[in-house]
């Protein structure tokens, strides 16, 4: 779901402006967008209600990340216990334009992955903004 939806309180809202401020430590030319997805009907029934989504775009083609944009989504489970937002993993993707180039997910081995390769200090960059992302939440 867009950030920009899911900002309703204080303590989310300042995480949010915090993902945003890692992100741009580690690309710092990156612009964010708080409302990644488009509000017509085909679109928002493909939205996870459960996640946080912020687009990041640069401007012009990164030759180390392979990508114009890159789509952040932080998604969570609600524990039936406690009635608790548990973060369960962040997937960031990078689209050029042929649509998506690459893939990372921390749900599984925290690789990008896809048809194009990831420069392995801007990999690592993505891997350092997704540990941090963790610290926020736990």
Known sequence: MNASEQATGLQLASKIAAIVNLFKSEFPDAKADLKPWSNDR???????????DIGFHFPGWSRRIHCRSILVQIRFHLDPEDCQQRL???????????????RLSTVENWQCVGKY?????????LRSFCRQIFQLFN
């Open 117 to 125: 390769q990831v420069a392995a200090d801007a990999e690592e960059k």
């Open 42 to 52: 085909e679109t928002l029934d493909l939205v996870d209600p459960n996640s946080i």
């Open 88 to 102: 369960i993993g962040v997937e960031t993707t990078g689209f050029n334009h042929q649509g998506e180039a690459w």
